[in-house]
């Protein structure tokens, strides 16, 4: 499993010819470390007095952060197990009749983690928002940094949900999934901005 | 070494209590994933006779995406090596009368990995809008991701420079510091937005 390798062996093959880990893989760890960093910040927050009336939401947030990257970790992998049968897709001779039904079959596959990543990068930046929030402010860096990590996780993970649904035949299928993810990106893009702002110009 | 931890580990040391990895070693290992995209593209770009016009642009551009990654990686465990000072620091009791030079200067230290971080973002945002420009168009959805990693990469890192500069008592030092950390985040996270964008439209 991808996970298992060292960071160096991780950044290497991502740099490879090797199909994965490719831009879906690299963008749910991303999303991971982003959220790693917000879980931080609830460590650096609990069982502090100054921050005592918060400890409930901040334990809330931390089981949340922790189930999230968990998520996460899962994705890098699942991105190269959807990725596969579109590899393969690619390799079928142009005239072999059955080579339509096999690609979009394995266009909607290699699709479908991409967007799950772009789900689960929404979901955290809500925890990140409120552990912007409610968080320690020695942690404040993190929580920015945290904002702009799954913020660009997701608008990198768009990209391979886009480039897979430009080549669907079923455009009805492709454009429902195109709007899904529009709507995401409008909404929690920039809410990503918004928290890293907010932080930069606080500390800045 | 942390490039030596598992990909797995690594996300969990972030998530955890430990002061290091921070946000500026996250910065730099998804700069290091950035730019190992960019690579990738190369990778898919060489000895294909359609891009034999841009083959010596693609080699001269793989060399420098392998010098950015060695770079990023080695920043990695630098950060973790220029904030242990600062941790240190914070450890003096606040009458020592020696605490506030040795704090200023942890500052300094502390600050000055994370900036070097944001420089090389800003050279590997220069690498991936040529390897957009240049590259094979079946891997520009990796351009593209590469692009959004970088330019989020440098905005996570500047907080990490921000977070010391805010806490120095030399004002000219810090100011000097902000400055050049505005001018360089004004040219190149809008350069890193403007490549997302232009691969994101055409695709879309």
Redesign the interface.
Known sequence: M???????D???L????APTP??GG??A??G??G???G??VG??TIGKKKYADVEDDIKRLMQE??EL?EEF?RL?DADAEAFAPLAKAYGIPKDDPGRDEIMEEALKTAASVPMDIVHTCGKALRVIEEFAEKGSKIA???A??AA??C???M??????V??NT?SMKDRIFAESM?SEL?RLLNEYVNKGDVI?NR??SS??
């Open positions: 991808f996970i298992d390798k060292t960071v160096h991780f950044v290497n991502t740099a490879s010819n490719g831009g690299v963008s760890l991303v991971a470390l959220i790693a960093l879980n931080m460590e650096l952060a922790q990257k970790l890098i404040i860096s993190d920015g940094c702009a990590l913020g660009a996780a608008q990198a993970s768009a990209l391979n886009y480039i430009q195109n529009d890293y932080i930069a500390l800045r």
